[in-house]
């Protein structure tokens, strides 16, 4: 199984696995920095040229560029010197191949939290509690097994005697975790559109 | 063996400038028997081993059109996309007249200095 990334070439859309998708941005970055900065009009060109390749190779039902397909239209257009694209590859770029590869996709992960910062809080966790969900709050931020807060209440309860009003403190200062979003931000989870998800079938079958 | 290798590899970049240095003529000599588009120019070219890697032909072809030696108009193909068919503009005819009595005189200059008639 791979990941495949929808892009548009030339005015065409075409489905790119992860790895044929690295290669071919990378690929365009070199030819365009090659021997000056081509222009607008030279890139759209080797697009249009780089869709109409790719395009005889693609059948309505394999439809995946893969990687060995954009290598070979690389090797195929090669650099606006004359030279082949897949020397300068291995031996010059192979660095700024490896950075571009983890680039893109660890930005992606970055607009998905508000600002980029996974946010973390404390809420009463009403999917696990025994009570008002105070100790399955505590227990999911911090990531620990909630029979753990609970059996401290209850030492607190009856050895020093304050367990009681500590709990009820809890109760009162902190909010329930009631939307999916509240409860990732609980788990210090990114709010992305699965981890919302794993938690929407709750908050939407309780309603 | 070394000595070798340097002539060699000389020779070759020898040979990159000639071709580099006519590639437009050839361009514009392709589009003389009329409108074409890019892959049956690139075939032509590959064929004469006038281009390794069709990269080098994208910039070139934006430096025509730019220059009006060359226009282009899009035509639906029979199969895939719609095709840009490059043509002469009447500018790039009369460039393109210059260059065939320049590379005469190429030609001639070149037997003449290694014949030494």
């Known amino acids: 199984m791979k990941q495949v990334i929808n892009v548009s070439i ?31 009009q030279v890139m759209n060109d080797l697009e249009e040229r780089i869709a109409e390749i790719l395009s005889n190779q693609i059948t309505p039902i394999r439809n995946v560029v893969t990687l060995a397909m954009v290598k070979d239209v690389a090797t195929q257009t090669g650099l606006p010197n004359g030279k082949p694209y ?29 600002d980029g910062v996974v946010q973390k809080r404390l809420y009463r966790d009403p999917d696990n ?14 990531n620990i097994e909630p029979l753990l807060f609970k059996i401290i209440f209850l030492v607190f309860l009856f050895v020093i005697g304050g367990g009681l ?18 409860k990732c931000e609980l788990r210090g989870l990114p709010k992305t559109a699965e981890n919302l998800s794993k938690f929407s079938s709750v908050y939407y079958g309780r309603k | 063996m070394e000595e070798n290798k340097t002539i060699e590899l000389n020779a070759d970049n020898v040979k990159a400038q ?41 910039p ?17 193909s029979p199969s895939g996309p719609p095709r840009k068919y490059y043509s002469l503009t009447d500018r790039g005819l009369e460039s393109l007249k210059l260059m065939d009595e320049a590379w005469g005189e190429v030609v001639k200059t070149v037997d003449y200095i290694k014949n030494g008639i």
């Open chain 2, 18 to 58: 000639m071709r580099k240095g006519v590639l437009e003529y050839c361009i514009l000599s392709i589009l003389r028997k009329g409108p074409s588009y890019v892959s049956p120019m690139i075939a032509q070219l590959k064929k004469g081993q006038m281009i390794v890697v069709e990269g080098t032909l994208y």
């Open chain 1, 129 to 142: 509690r025994s009570i008002a969900g105070v100790c399955g709050g505590l227990g999911a931020y911090f």
């Open chain 1, 10 to 40: 030339g005015n065409k859309s075409f489905i790119l696995e992860r790895e044929a998708y690295d290669y071919l941005n990378h690929y365009l970055g070199c030819y365009k920095t090659c021997e000056g900065v081509q222009t607008e």
């Open chain 1, 165 to 182: 009003l500590l709990y009820i403190i809890f109760w009162i200062l902190l909010p329930k975790a009631n939307t999916p979003a509240e």
């Open chain 2, 60 to 76: 070139l072809l934006t430096r025509l059109k730019n220059q009006s030696l060359l226009s282009y108009k899009w035509e639906e």
């Open chain 1, 86 to 114: 897949s020397d300068t590859y291995n031996n010059q770029t192979e660095q700024t191949y490896q950075n571009s590869q983890s680039g893109p996709f660890n930005t992606s992960y970055a607009y998905m939290g508000a």
